[in-house]
């Protein structure tokens, strides 16, 4: 039995990946997350499924977290991101190039203990993203320095992965498909920091 919240839309998917392991698997559709772990822990299903990172999020809550294993399958790649008003589009334009930054400086090599050094770099690519070269922020409505100021303050995308629900944290989710080798392959890659991209719709 499979434990499945109601607003869950991937009951294809979960059906392609257990039919060879479990030809008889019945999926048990609970109306949320407290309702779905009593299921569990219960013994009324025998797996759970949800967004990789709710699963972490719902082992934490489990009387016994150990007991329970996380299983390395990805069904479905459904990539998380911000998300903000549709009628702010400046708004939505920063938002949007604060989380291409923080992936492209962690492309580059610069975060939270390296920016210092990054300030001092000859790389183009580096000179665009801490603003020592181009004038990439003004489309923003931004200084030249806002990238610097985003990594001094919390780091590139890994760092904040790890620190917030990566290695570093309770949750202990790995990186996956979001290590910065993968991504290359897996999921979309930051677009590069240029001016004429950053008013850029979508």
């Known amino acids: 039995m499979i434990g499945v919240p109601v607003v869950e ?26 309702e779905m772990i009593a299921a569990y822990q219960g013994g009324q299903c ?3 499924t949800t967004d990789e990172s709710g699963l972490f999020a719902m082992r934490l809550q489990m009387a016994k977290p150990g007991d329970s294993m996380i299983l390395p399958d990805v069904i479905s790649k459904e990539p998380l991101g911000p998300v903000v008003r549709q009628d702010d589009m400046q708004w939505f334009n920063i938002v949007k190039w604060v ?48 990238a610097v100021r985003i990594l001094r303050a919390v780091g590139n995308y890994g760092e904040t992965f790890e ?40």
Do not use: C, Y
């Not at 839309?9 to 407290?34: C, S, T, W």
């Not at 991209?197 to 979508?202: D, R, V, W, Y």
């Open 99 to 146: 989380n291409f930054a923080m992936i492209n400086a962690e492309e580059l090599g610069v975060g939270s203990k390296t920016i210092d050094d990054a300030l001092k770099s000859q790389k183009p690519a580096v000179k665009r993203l801490v603003g020592t070269e181009g004038d990439f922020g003004k489309p923003l409505g931004l200084s030249n320095d806002w």
């Open 46 to 48: 025998n797996v759970m």
């Open 163 to 202: 620190r917030n629900v990566g290695a570093n944290s309770k949750l202990g989710i790995p990186r996956g498909l979001n290590e910065l080798g993968q991504r290359r392959h897996s999921v979309r890659p930051a677009d590069p920091l240029r001016a004429e991209s950053a008013i850029a719709p979508g």
């Open 9 to 34: 839309d991937f009951a294809g998917e979960i059906a392609n990946l257990f039919l060879d392991l479990m030809p008889v698997a019945l999926a048990v559709h609970e109306p949320g997350v407290p």
